[in-house]
């Protein structure tokens, strides 16, 4: 689910508006710590003034790194942000891919009707289903889940598609598909467990 992106302007106000507060913040963190410095150490006037320029030193390296380092993770974020969308668009496309893979239901005769219907639980799955004719009166059906999500599960997917298509051609026996799909799986993922 995406969020609507903020304003420019309202970005930048806020931006500048915790700038401001840190700012406060590290100044008079740097107030204290230097009021606690002369009253601890009882400094010369000459140290004092080293002590009160190594402190403004020292805010002013904080301020400098917190800049950059905000900066840096904005550019981060940024990349993250870019990369999830080109992800979620491949994900999309991948998903309508999936879906124009299935078949349409076949048309009603011989005294009965056909119907399916596939929603996966995330945009893509192991989930399918396929219709092959053998011959006028008789038909191959399957149904499958591959285990496990992801990017793996549909493209075995598409892989036993493709299989079961092809030998549902070579035999009209259905225990022999069923033996050449399970051999075929087997050496296409060397075993694994799908």
């Given at each position: 689910m995406m969020t609507p992106a903020l304003p420019e302007t309202s970005g930048k106000r806020k931006h500048i508006f915790i700038a401001l507060?840190?700012?406060?913040?590290?100044?008079?963190a740097a107030n204290g710590i230097e009021l606690i410095v002369i009253r601890l150490v009882r400094p010369s006037e000459q140290a004092l003034t080293w002590v009160?320029?190594?402190?403004?030193?020292?805010?002013?390296?904080?301020?400098i790194y917190l800049r950059l380092d905000l900066q840096a993770t904005r550019m981060?974020?940024?990349r993250v942000e870019q990369e999830q969308i080109v992800v979620d668009t491949e994900l999309s496309l991948a998903a309508e891919i999936q879906s124009s893979r299935l078949p349409k239901a076949p048309a009603a005769g011989l005294g009965f009707s056909w119907a399916a219907r596939l929603r996966q639980a995330r945009k893509i799955g192991g989930d399918f289903y396929d219709f092959v004719p053998v011959d006028p009166r008789r038909w191959f059906v399957i149904l499958g889940d591959v285990s496990g999500k992801g990017v793996p599960?549909?493209?075995?997917?598409?892989?036993v598609q493709t299989l079961f298509r092809g030998l549902s051609?070579?035999?009209d026996d259905?225990?022999?598909?069923?033996?050449?799909?399970?051999k075929g799986i087997h050496d296409e993922t060397q075993g694994a467990m799908f």
């Open positions: 507060v840190s700012a406060v913040v590290v100044s008079l009160s320029d190594l402190v403004i030193a020292v805010v002013l390296a904080a301020a981060r974020l940024s599960a549909p493209l075995l997917v598409a892989s051609q070579t035999t259905p225990a022999e598909v069923l033996r050449a799909l399970s």
